[in-house]
T-cell receptor
Framework: DGGITQSPKYLFRKEGQNVTLSCEQN?????MYWYRQDPGQGLRLIYY???????QKGDIAEGYSVSREKKESFPLTVTSAQKNPTAFYLC?????????????FGDGTRLSIL | RKEVEQDPGPFNVPEGATVAFNCTYS??????FFWYRQDCRKEPKLLMS???SGNEDGRFTAQLNRASQYISLLIRDSKLSDSATYLC????????????FGRGTQLTVWP
């Protein structure tokens, strides 16, 4: 089945530790996105990528880094510089950035601080 | 001003009721509009796109008023399974085409 796979589902991080969240898609989509959702809040864009080897900062990129070495993969690293990383992280993809296509989401990773 | 504003809810309605959600957006150049549904502790899932002429999908009707920059979602004959948070989503007017999400409106349908 085609879709977006995020792993792990739950992740615990110690203070000062970097962690990487995985996002893989087999939909052949060019565009991929990372969002953060906090309780009672809307989704906020962290980073997005329009095409392989290209990515752009979203609204809250500080403390995060990404790479897009393959079309299928868009991992997100939460660095120790992110002081409040506890949140629900959602990866999404769409055929392209432009046009009227919606985005489709993976089932998310919940990150908590130990 | 936020890009997308929604009724905060929560809406608590009995089965069979008709319920309407509203949403306004700030960027008049916005191109595409969607309603997503998000169940508790799950990812958002596309419910329906919203077209200029309005569109219907079973019990769900979406309408767009570009002049007022207003989007609505009507749910008829509510089911228990409709209980969820409904997100109003607007695609920006730039070539970037990024999505802007409302905070969501929580709906609970009770028996």
């Amino acid at each position: 089945d085609g879709g977006i796979t995020q792993s792990p589902k739950y992740l615990f991080r110690k203070e000062g530790q970097n962690v990487t969240l995985s996002c893989e898609q087999n939909l052949n989509h060019d565009a991929m996105y990372w969002y953060r959702q906090d309780p009672g809040q809307g989704l906020r864009l962290i980073y997005y990528s329009q095409i392989v080897n290209d990515f752009q900062k979203g609204d809250i990129a500080e403390g995060y880094s990404v790479s897009r070495e393959k079309k299928e993969s868009f991992p997100l690293t939460v660095t120790s510089a992110q002081k409040n990383p506890t949140a629900f992280y959602l990866c999404a993809s769409s055929i392209t950035v432009g046009g009227g296509q919606p985005q489709h989401f993976g089932d998310g990773t919940r990150l908590s601080i130990l | 001003r936020k890009e997308v504003e929604q009724d905060p809810g929560p809406f608590n309605v009995p089965e069979g009721a008709t319920v309407a959600f509203n949403c306004t957006y700030s960027n008049s150049a916005s191109q595409s509009f969607f309603w997503y549904r998000q169940d508790c502790r799950k990812e958002p899932k596309l419910l329906m796109s919203v077209y200029s002429s309005g569109n219907e999908d079973g019990r769900f009707t979406a309408q767009l008023n570009r002049a007022s920059q207003y989007i609505s979602l009507l749910i008829r004959d509510s089911k228990l399974s409709d209980s969820a948070t409904y997100l109003c989503v607007v695609k920006g007017g730039s070539t970037l085409g990024r999505l802007y999400f409302g905070r969501g409106t929580q709906l609970t349908v009770w028996p």
